[in-house]
């Protein structure tokens, strides 16, 4: 142990990371990154109840959610540079007190005013954390074992993001809503402890200041666009307040990419994306995390709305993926380590795109084990290999010093891709519902007036309601259609999804090769 000559009078660092030190970076990067991922979908399984207690509306009930979403992806770029200039560590520890806080401001909501902007505060937080946790891996383990950490990593932070739905429908039936908020806290001061007590600092000492201009731009173009995304569907893409978001974004665009170009410590330097494997390997994030995003958050619609399942029976569907993305990324960050990360990036997207095909065959009926086992199991496999050396090749890619801004900008880059597939699919799930269900409905002999009603219902897609003034025989007709009309537009949306993971494998086959560091 030696002195370093900070600031704190007599703070001992190791002269090098031991193995127990690497450990306790591993630990609690991936605490606290679980504690964020895990919370973007615990919730979820909540606002029914949630909704009841507080008598919140349900634009109040979609905005706990778009509060979150929306302060996370805005503020992921300035979290990685914050980050590089500031100290890892402190920003870690930062991100996570702030997230704690917003939890127990969530658990203690007195009204849902009050809840969205506790909900809002936890998505800073995790802005700060998220890529903060991978800076600390990439800064504080060498090269020739960060691929297996980063393994650790993803298998853990994407098993506790999917096993959100089935701890959050646990928490809700044994306690309250308000239980998977408070669950955080504890997580957090855990994390809290390793980080102050095992965890070094480090920062780029070449990062000279933060780009104000270049935060701000860039959180209002991301800004606009995903509250234009997330808002269009409700208020209409013609509604003032929508094309007024859009209009922000695309004077923030060309803003962001010029300020940033004649920044002298710009928070996304340009010429990072020179490196022909970072562009790739981004743009390979970009088309795989559109389509995994989008399936996921269809996915439970089809297992409730028309397969009958239950909250946590559609959380436990998940579980063969979970457990395939737990058990083999640490081996597929090992294989990448070897072999270089391209036979591993060509391969994964491949197996997902199998996956979402498989999602395409089941009709509204059959069981769990010949419909939706074999797609869940081919699609975990395909992201199992994937995640561990993607994330590998994006950190080295970019540069040692440059891990924050390297895994904010991926980051962002993942959850950008989740909201932009959302609101596309939404649109394409919609016109193939609608072409389904309407040939279905004229062949019933409906009266004029029903099918009226009907059109007023499809924008809910298999939540549309059947019209109690129907008798019993065609009440159960209705409800059939209803779900064979959602089958065939989730059936478009898995071949889609399909579509995209071939693309991603291509942009691995293309721009990855064994080795490349920088180009």
């Not at 004077?251 to 494997?277: H, N, Q």
């Not at 058990?327 to 597929?332: H, V």
């Amino acid at each position: 142990m030696i002195y370093d000559g900070s600031y704190e009078r007599f703070r001992l660092v190791p002269a090098r990371n031991s193995a127990a030190t690497e450990f306790w970076i591993l630990a609690a990067s991936i605490l606290g990154s679980s504690m964020a991922f895990v919370d973007g979908t615990v919730v979820n399984v909540a606002l029914p109840v949630l909704q009841q207690d507080l008598g919140a509306t349900g634009a109040e009930v979609q905005w706990v959610l778009e509060a979150y979403l929306l302060t996370l992806s805005a503020l992921l770029l300035l979290g990685g540079s914050l980050a590089d200039r500031l100290g890892r560590r402190r920003i870690f520890a930062s991100g996570t007190a702030l997230f704690a806080g917003a939890s127990i401001g969530c658990a203690l909501a007195p009204s849902t005013s009050w809840l969205i902007v506790s909900r809002a505060v936890q998505g800073v937080g995790g802005a700060l954390l998220i890529p903060t946790s991978l800076a600390l891996l990439g800064a504080g383990i060498p090269d020739e074992r960060r691929g297996r950490a980063i393994g650790k990593w993803s298998a853990f932070s994407a098993a506790t993001g999917a096993f959100g739905p089935i701890l959050g429908g646990w928490l809700v039936q044994v306690g309250s809503w308000r239980s998977v908020f408070w669950i955080n806290v504890p997580i957090a001061l855990a994390t809290l402890a390793i980080t102050w007590l095992r965890v070094p600092e480090s920062r780029d000492p070449q990062h000279t200041g933060l780009d104000l201009p270049g935060t701000t731009s860039a959180t209002l173009a991301l800004g606009g666009i995903v509250f234009a995304l997330l808002e269009g569907p409700r208020f209409g893409f013609g509604h003032p307040l929508i094309l007024a978001a859009l209009a922000a974004a695309t004077v923030a665009v060309p803003m962001f990419l010029r300020v940033e170009r004649r920044s002298s410590s710009p928070m996304v330097p340009l010429d990072i994306f020179r490196s022909r494997t970072f562009s790739g390997a981004n743009a390979l994030t970009l088309l795989l995390y559109a389509a995994l995003g989008a399936m996921l958050f269809f996915l439970p619609f089809n297992l409730i709305q028309v397969h009958r399942y239950t909250p946590a029976q559609s959380g436990a569907a998940l579980l063969p993926a979970i457990a395939l993305i737990s058990l083999l990324s640490g081996r597929s960050g090992r294989l990448a380590d070897r072999y270089g990360p391209r036979p591993s990036l060509v391969a994964g997207p491949l197996l997902a795109a199998l996956g979402y095909a498989l999602f395409a065959l089941p009709d509204a009926d059959g069981s769990y084990w010949t419909s939706f086992f074999p797609a869940v199991t081919v699609l975990g496999l395909g992201m199992a290999v994937t995640v561990a050396p993607l994330t590998t090749t994006v950190l080295r890619s970019a540069g040692a010093a440059r891990f924050g801004v390297a895994s904010g900008i991926n980051n962002a880059v993942s959850r950008t891709a989740s909201l932009l597939a959302i609101a596309g699919y939404a649109i394409l799930a919609y016109q193939r519902f609608r072409q389904a269900l309407e040939p279905r409905l004229a062949a019933l002999g409906l009266s004029p007036e029903v099918l009226r009603q009907m059109q007023h219902e499809e924008r809910k897609l298999a939540a549309a309601t059947v019209p109690a003034s129907l008798s019993p025989e065609l009440q159960h007709a209705v409800s059939s259609a209803i779900g064979d009309a959602f089958v065939q537009a989730f059936r478009l949306l898995a071949l889609v999804s399909a579509a995209l993971a071939i693309a991603a494998s291509l942009m691995a086959w293309i721009f990855i090769r064994r080795g490349e560091e920088r180009r």
